[in-house]
C-alpha cells in the first residue's frame, strides 16, 4: 500500500492542488492537467483493486473456493485440475488461507508443469493438497521460500507439509480447523 496506491493518492492530491492554482492563471495549462489526473486516477483504482484482490479476492466470497482457485489457476497459466468438495460454509479466514497457500504454490509450480489441487472437509476441517506431477522443480526448490505459508496455516491452528521425490514431483498438504 505504501510504495504503490498511498504514493500515487499522494501525488494526485498534490496535482490537484497547482491544477487549483492554475485555473485562474492558465486555464489551458489547468485542462491539460486535469486530463493527466483523470488518467492517474484510473491507474490509482486499478492499483487498489488489485491490492483489494490480494488480501482477499471478492470472487472467493461471491463464486467460493472452487470457483476462484480456478479463476487463479487461469490468471497465472498454469495446467492445474481443481476439485473443491465441501459441504457447508466456510469461515472467510479458512478459506482465504487455503486459497493463497494455493496460489503461491501454483506460482511457484509455474506454467510448464501439470499440477492438482484439491480440498475437501474431513472431521470438522479444511483439507487441501497441491500436487504437482511434473519433475519437482517448481516447488521442491523453494520449500524454504514457502515458508510463510507454512506460518499462515499454522497461525490458524492447522498444520503444512511439503514432500517431493526429485523426478516425481511434489506434494503440498494442508489442514485447517473450520472453527476455533
Known sequence: MHDGPQQRLVALAVSLQVARQLVDHDPPAARTLLDEIGRDVQEALEETRKLVHRIY????????????????????????DVQVATGGACPPEVAGTVY?????????????????????????????????????????????????????????????????????GARISGSLPMSR
Open 57 to 80: 479476492p471478492p470472487v472467493l466470497e461471491a463464486g467460493g473456493l472452487g470457483v476462484a482457485l480456478r479463476m487463479a489457476a487461469a490468471s497465472i497459466g498454469a495446467r492445474t
Open 100 to 168: 493463497f497457500c494455493c496460489v503461491e504454490a501454483l506460482e511457484w509450480i509455474g506454467t510448464g508443469t501439470r499440477s492438482t489441487i484439491s480440498v475437501r472437509e474431513e472431521e470438522a476441517a479444511l483439507v487441501f493438497e497441491i500436487i504437482e506431477s511434473g519433475s519437482g522443480s517448481g516447488v521442491v526448490t523453494a520449500a524454504a521460500d514457502l515458508a510463510g505459508m507454512q506460518e499462515r496455516v499454522e497461525s490458524l491452528g492447522g498444520w503444512l507439509t511439503i514432500t517431493s521425490e526429485p523426478g516425481h
